[in-house]
């Protein structure tokens, strides 16, 4: 257990709840089961007061990325997000200490943000590319 989040499972209602507000979520769908995540090996972390969530996952990218990936991240929490991702990477590398890369993809037409990824970066995380699809791919490497 850390100061924000603590480990969970993918289908946790209040994560699944969340999950259902990201913006990557299939909002038309009415899904049988509340999984959320996807397949591969998981991580999944709940906010403090049941406010945010944060999935890891392990698993053979279609993509060509390699290392764990940032499925999910929901902050409605009055924490800093930055602080959270932080703590979240911890939780990460403590799960697959042999690991070097975490990842993620921001679609930049979905976030309000005139700096997509902001809270990552301000995380140590880095800008390395974007996909055929035109989202960013941000990493860090340890």
């Known amino acids: 257990m850390g100061r924000y989040w603590v480990s969970t499972k993918d289908g946790d209602r ?7 507000r ?3 979520a299939e909002k038309n769908k009415r899904p049988k089961i509340r ?3 996807g397949p591969g090996f ?3 972390l709940l906010g ?6 944060f999935a890891w996952r392990k698993f053979i990218d279609d993509s060509g990325q390699v290392g764990v990936n940032c499925s999910i991240f929901r902050n409605e929490s009055e924490h800093q997000s930055s602080d959270m991702i932080r703590e979240a990477m911890e939780f990460a590398f403590d799960k697959w200490p042999d690991e070097r890369r975490l990842y993620t993809f921001v679609n930049p037409k979905k976030v309000k943000s005139r700096n997509p990824g902001y809270c990552f970066l301000c995380a140590g995380w880095r800008k390395c590319g ?5 989202l960013i791919v941000l990493e860090y490497c340890r």
């Open 35 to 37: 999984q959320f995540v």
């Open 22 to 24: 990201h913006y990557s």
């Open 130 to 134: 974007t996909t055929k699809s035109g």
């Open 48 to 53: 403090f007061m049941c406010r945010a969530v």
């Open 14 to 20: 209040y994560g699944f709840d969340l999950a259902r």
């Open 42 to 44: 998981k991580l999944v």
